[in-house]
């Protein structure tokens, strides 16, 4: 990473905050529901859309979530309140933590270091557009912690990031119905083989990022 790309990013030396800890455990809770997510999305999708959105509501969660018979208002509470909590605590945990976040982000959750220096000259360039297209990067929350981005600045381009983001999914739902209803109905039919497949894949994501962070450094 180059000096131009890290300077503005390194935080002063300064005592980590009293929650900053508090922001760690929240974001290893939430690291850890979103694999459970991620490993019983195919077995719960149609039965359980609430309890998977609440686990993580990535992309393929909102779309699988939108497949079964949950409400729109059901679904855009809970996406919203699960990515504004990751967001805060990732937030947080830039501010308290500063460039270490990075290394973190890179040793145990598989993110490049060419991901970081990309996102970053992004985050430079636009952050105004960065900020609410990405509103389900925890690279770019971090980002806005270490920068400590004005508070009221961030609240508003996450919100109109979240609504938007939630609102083209929920129209592309709507659009590809039929496709989604077909893939429920097949993880239906073969629910337990999927919730198996389902673990074992994320395990092995798991065990591959770990392997690819070992020697990671900024």
């Known amino acids: 990473m180059t000096e131009a790309e890290t300077s503005p990013l390194e935080a002063p030396d300064a005592p980590v905050p009293w929650w900053g800890p508090v922001a760690i455990a929240a974001w290893v809770v939430l690291v850890v529901l979103g694999y459970i997510g991620t490993a019983v999305a195919f077995g719960w999708g149609d039965d359980h859309p609430a309890v ?43 501010r308290a933590y500063g460039t270490k976040v990075l290394v973190w982000m890179g040793r145990f959750l598989g993110v490049s270091r060419e991901q970081m220096n990309h996102m970053i000259r992004m985050f430079h360039q636009a952050e105004w557009v960065v900020v609410p297209f990405f509103t389900g990067s925890n690279l770019v929350a971090v980002i806005t912690g270490m920068v400590r981005t004005k508070i009221p600045r961030l609240v508003a381009l996450v919100t109109i990031g979240l609504i938007l983001r939630l609102i083209l999914w929920w129209g592309v739902a709507q659009v590809a119905d039929d496709e989604i209803d077909e893939v429920l109905d097949w993880l239906n039919r073969y629910q337990r083989p999927a919730l198996i497949a389902g673990i074992v894949i994320t395990a092995a994501a798991v065990a591959v990022n770990l392997w690819r962070g070992r020697r990671f450094e900024l």
């Open 52 to 94: 998977l959105l609440m686990l993580h509501s990535r992309v393929r969660h909102l779309l699988i979530a939108l497949g079964s018979d949950i409400s729109f208002w059901a679904y855009a509470s809970i996406a919203f309140v699960r990515l504004a909590l990751a967001y805060v605590v990732c937030h947080l945990i830039g």
